[in-house]
């Protein structure tokens, strides 16, 4: 019964900035690691960034370290992702996912339907 469920991709020009978020249910969301990845078209994943349960830790891809920022609000079990200075090669599917532990591990357990980012004029 867990579910995740982004919102807040669209269209956005090159340079502006775009906040996605995750929401989470049928579980304790306060005890558990939270990921965003992403998927470019025509390419695989990518590891974008993750939180631990208590938010006080993160780590980001070096790829887009600077423009974005990984946050959770456990009272509302919502995952966020706050990009800036966003560019063409932003371009893909977000998904957030859930780990099965309290602090980030090498799998994911959970992920989203994902929502579309285009960034594009």
């Known amino acids: 019964q867990v579910q995740l469920v982004e919102s807040g991709g669209g269209l956005v020009q090159p340079g502006g900035s775009l906040r996605l978020s995750c929401a989470g249910s049928g579980f304790t969301f306060s005890n558990y690691s939270m990921t965003w990845v992403r998927q470019a078209p025509g390419k695989g994943l990518e590891w974008l960034a993750d939180i631990h349960a208590n938010g006080l830790v993160t780590r980001y891809a070096d790829s887009v370290k600077g423009r974005i920022t990984i946050s959770r609000d456990n009272a509302k079990n919502t995952l966020n992702l706050q990009m800036t200075s966003l560019k063409p090669e932003d371009t893909a599917v977000y998904y957030c996912?859930?780990?099965?532990?309290?602090?980030?591990?090498?799998?994911?357990?959970?992920w989203g339907q994902g929502t579309l980012v285009t960034v594009s004029s």
């Open positions: 996912a859930k780990d099965p532990e309290a602090v980030r591990g090498p799998y994911l357990e959970v």
